[in-house]
């Protein structure tokens, strides 16, 4: 059976730059100092921008709105949006970050993972790119770099084989930071795993914090091996770390029991790509670097808004 948790916020193509990361609302507190934000230029003019997705009461992403729809604040009070875009025939880059350790060979998860990574490469337009990182014991690497090259990508994803160990949070901690030097395009992380870390140097918090300072979403893929009520203690908890990368750099969180639950997630994933909201605002003249809180929600009932809940300003 698919769960969706309802996640997401994508880092824009809009503007070429490095982007705020997205901080959701149960994020580690407000005076953490991972959680410093990034601004970029525009005009000269220093703008806070805020990706986000609308969606409706059935978690579904709603396309079609306009800058009056939405009511922005900051610690409360109200502000202007002074930039609004969309993005749904922008370009896509997404990186597969693929679980080669040794237990992936199991049940045929490496496998199911490779199909799936096909079949989203042949949905793509041709202005589309896709990269390969895969991870196993210590080594987290490119195995393909961005490209639009669909048969040469797929030569080199068909020879991976698993071994190893999984240093799941190394990977997830490192990954972001691999991806977000390569193309300025709008981008994000595709994780396949099947969840169990048993050999990062990094633990759970310190990795999330880590990943959480690029702004590239992260979607983890996790192959269950029973319904998710019937799974021992470590590996619910597994789980539930993978949703908290998700949600705290932007993604969602897929748990897939059967292959045939695969399809479905990757579509949701391509329909999250293409449905984006871009808002940006001038922050009002303040000195320090405290983190201010800002509420973005529309005027439409029923519509539900998930984006970062604050940024600091400052370097």
């Not at 025939?89 to 597969?96: G, R, S």
């Not at 961005?146 to 990954?175: H, I, N, P, W, Y």
């Not at 770390?241 to 705290?248: D, N, V």
Request: charge should be negative; include cysteine.
């Amino acid at each position: 059976m698919l769960k969706t948790p309802l996640v997401i916020c994508l880092a824009p193509a809009i503007v070429a730059a490095v982007l705020s990361t997205p901080i959701a609302d149960n994020a580690i507190e407000p005076d953490d100092p991972i959680l410093k934000g990034r601004y970029v230029q525009i005009e000269k003019v220093q703008m806070v921008i805020v990706p986000t997705t609308v969606m409706d009461g059935r978690g579904r992403p709603v396309a079609g709105l306009s800058r009056d729809d939405f009511r922005l604040s900051e610690n409360g009070k109200p502000i202007d949006i002074e930039f609004f875009g969309t993005e749904a025939d922008a370009p896509v880059a997404l990186a597969f970050l693929l679980d080669l350790s040794g237990s992936m060979r199991q049940e045929g998860k490496l496998d199911s993972a490779k199909n799936a990574i096909n079949a989203f490469v042949n949905s793509l337009g041709p202005e589309d790119q896709f990269g390969l990182i895969g991870f196993a014991d210590e080594q987290v690497t490119w195995i393909t770099d961005f490209t639009s090259d669909a048969a040469m990508f797929k030569r080199r994803l068909e020879v991976q084989t698993g071994f190893g160990q999984t240093a799941l949070f190394d990977a997830l901690a490192a990954s972001p930071n691999l991806v977000q030097e390569q193309l300025p395009a709008r981008k994000a992380i595709v994780l396949f795993s099947d969840g169990l870390d048993n050999n990062s140097e990094m633990d759970a918090l310190r990795a999330v914090q880590t990943a959480r300072q690029a702004s590239v979403p992260i979607y983890a893929i996790s192959f269950l091996p029973a319904p998710l009520e019937m799974l021992s203690h470590a590996k619910k908890e597994a789980v539930q770390i993978l949703e908290r990368f998700a949600r705290e750099t932007g993604g969602r969180a897929f748990t897939i029991e059967t292959p045939p639950d695969l399809p479905a997630a990757m579509q949701r994933i391509q329909t999250d790509l293409r449905h984006q909201y871009v808002i940006g605002f001038q922050p009002p003249p303040r000195e320090g670097q405290e983190f201010r809180r800002i509420r973005l929600e529309t005027r439409k009932a029923k519509l539900r808004v998930q984006c970062r809940s604050g940024y600091y300003l400052g370097s």
